[in-house]
């Protein structure tokens, strides 16, 4: 009897041993996830030319700070919100200043659907002209959201090059759109840090 018992706590305690080995399972994938992060490189040389067509990408405020940031640093530049292939004319880099603002569509006369339409048919016909298209996403946290997230991914697929602030992109979204493009970005701290990478751009 006694000798049954013995093989009963052993084969309980390999039983036991066995099943703490599955658990080092979850830490092991954990570094494999870690090692995957995903990193872009900034730009290392100037890629534009002016003149420069300046467009929101939602609608945004953000796009008066960005023509703000172009005339500072002298880039010749047209501004329209509501610029369409037609606009492009001489344009040989075209700047989207992306930021969705419920407001300003609602000023537009137009809703997010009509925006992404416009933008889109914009950013084909730029790329299809062959013209330098920069991504700048400067509004930070308040300029993400459902609202703002719809005007993301078409601005940065076919872009040559953005720059991010970076509380804009605590989730990686941005890096992430930037690295499956191939194209460099630039990650600065604060609204005002664009402006030297603004100018650096172009030649």
Known sequence: ???IVVLLLIAMLMLSGCGGDTTTAVPQSSTS???????????????????????????SADVEMVKTMLSKNDIKLSMDSAATAEDLGDAKTLVLAVGGSSKGLGAAGIDANQELERVTALIDAADEAGLTIIAVHIGGEARRGELSD?????????????????????????????????????????????MAPLKAAFK
């Open 1 to 3: 009897m006694k000798k």
């Open 33 to 59: 996830e870690a090692e995957t992060e995903v990193t872009v490189e900034g730009l290392t040389e100037a890629i534009a030319e002016q003149p420069v067509l300046l467009t929101s990408v939602g609608q």
């Open 150 to 194: 719809k005007f993301i991914p078409p601005s940065f697929e076919k872009a040559d090059y953005a720059i991010v602030v970076a509380t804009g992109d605590q989730d990686g979204l941005m890096m992430g759109l930037a690295s499956d493009a191939g194209i460099p970005m630039d990650v600065v701290d604060t609204m005002a840090d664009v």
